[in-house]
């Protein structure tokens, strides 16, 4: 009896110490996981040197579009000098936010006679790279978000009529809801994570062989992305659509201006965390003032794999190519006409 009690007593004490363990153990990954996203968070607000002296710049980055307050046909464009001071005005009253004028781009609507009567008049950008007013434990995601709800939907009133802004975050810019769609993707599709990243509207020069070449080199693109893991594949050629519809608007269209990278990665991992790092930064080049902005995805049309199929096909193609040409013209030389007369001896 006094054993049955002492094993039930045992038992009891065993089970309370292994609670006590998971609460532990949760409490601890709680904590491990707090401090991981706590570590995200002040890394956002970093600048990250990598390869070649290049590094990322942390800043935040909004699209916004002007539309009239009502289906409204301009006699005239817009003016972007009073646009801009309205919207500058605005942040330094109502949000106390002061933002420098080249931080606000805007391009209004030239065409007029093409604009239909709900349709934008002006889009544009806006950037914040003076981040120092974050502390640190403040997080940026939350700021970048508020900013924009606190943007979208205010109106203008410029020479009398009245026009709406809308505002959202670059899709470019959000690593959560891209890491939530190929999530998604991967799930559905049964395919695994992905490993490839895609990046438009780097600097071509930048990635360049200096005094060699102003096209991207594949060797010093290698180079600068191997920051972020090991490779596997790589590709890297010029991007000559990227801001296209922008540069016809200004007139000023370069080709070869800017270069589009697809590079895969050994890990997932290095995929993940090279979006993450890339996702709300520009790219700024050592003893350059200027700031470039690029477009940051990942692989959903299995990049490497289609070429590789395609590559396959073509090679396919070129040895059967090469086999119908072989007895094409076997079938010419060794036809009845080209038979030579057999010899007999008389």
């Given at each position: 009896m006094f054993v049955s009690k002492f094993?039930?007593?045992?038992?009891?004490?065993?089970?309370?110490?292994?609670?006590?363990?998971?609460?532990?153990?949760?409490?601890?990954?709680?904590?491990?996981?707090?401090?991981?996203?706590?570590e995200e968070e002040e890394e956002a607000l970093k600048t990250l040197e990598i390869e070649n002296g290049l590094r990322l710049v942390p800043r935040v980055k909004l699209n916004l579009v002007i539309y009239p307050s009502t289906p409204l046909t301009l006699s005239h464009p817009i003016d972007e000098w009073k646009t801009k001071?309205?919207?500058?005005?605005?942040?330094?009253?109502?949000?106390?936010?002061?933002?420098?004028?080249?931080?606000?781009?805007?391009?209004?609507?030239?065409?007029?006679?093409?604009?239909?009567?709900?349709?934008?008049?002006?889009?544009?950008?806006?950037?914040?790279?003076?981040?120092?007013?974050?502390?640190?434990?403040?997080?940026?995601?939350?700021?970048?978000?508020?900013?924009?709800?606190?943007?979208?939907?205010?109106?203008?009133?410029?020479?009398?009529?009245?026009?709406?802004?809308?505002?959202?975050v670059p899709a470019s810019d959000d690593f959560n809801s891209m890491k939530k769609e190929w999530e998604e993707h991967s799930a559905f599709r049964s395919v695994g994570e992905p490993d490839t990243v895609v990046l438009r509207g780097m600097p071509s020069r930048w990635f360049a062989e200096p005094r060699v070449s102003s096209k991207p080199s594949?060797?010093?693109?290698?180079?600068?992305?191997?920051?972020?893991?090991?490779?596997?594949?790589?590709?890297?050629?010029?991007?000559?659509?990227?801001?296209?519809?922008?540069?016809?608007?200004?007139?000023?269209?370069?080709?070869?201006?800017?270069?589009?990278?697809?590079?895969?990665?050994?890990?997932?991992?290095?995929?993940?965390?090279?979006?993450?790092?890339?996702?709300?930064?520009?790219?700024?080049?050592?003893?350059?003032r200027l700031k470039a902005d690029y477009e940051v995805s990942w692989d959903k049309d299995r990049f490497f794999r289609n070429s590789r199929n395609q590559s396959e096909d073509k090679n396919s193609m070129a040895s059967s190519s090469a086999a119908d040409n072989y007895r094409s013209e076997a079938s010419r030389r060794h036809g009845p006409e080209n038979v030579r007369p057999r010899r007999f001896k008389e």
């Open positions: 094993l039930c007593k045992n038992d009891q004490n065993s089970i309370l110490y292994k609670k006590k363990r998971l609460r532990f153990s949760a409490k601890s990954e709680g904590r491990k996981m707090s401090e991981e996203k706590k001071r309205a919207l500058i005005d605005f942040l330094h009253t109502s949000l106390s936010l002061t933002l420098p004028e080249e931080d606000l781009h805007l391009t209004r609507h030239k065409n007029l006679k093409k604009r239909k009567r709900d349709d934008p008049v002006a889009a544009g950008t806006l950037r914040v790279w003076d981040l120092s007013f974050l502390p640190t434990t403040n997080r940026y995601l939350e700021w970048r978000n508020r900013l924009a709800e606190n943007l979208n939907g205010i109106e203008l009133n410029l020479e009398g009529v009245k026009f709406k802004l809308a505002v959202t594949m060797l010093v693109t290698h180079t600068i992305l191997s920051t972020f893991g090991k490779i596997r594949n790589l590709n890297v050629g010029e991007d000559n659509e990227y801001g296209k519809d922008e540069s016809e608007n200004s007139g000023d269209l370069v080709s070869g201006l800017y270069c589009k990278i697809v590079v895969q990665f050994d890990k997932y991992k290095d995929c993940h965390d090279a979006i993450r790092v890339l996702c709300g930064r520009s790219m700024q080049k050592q003893g350059s």
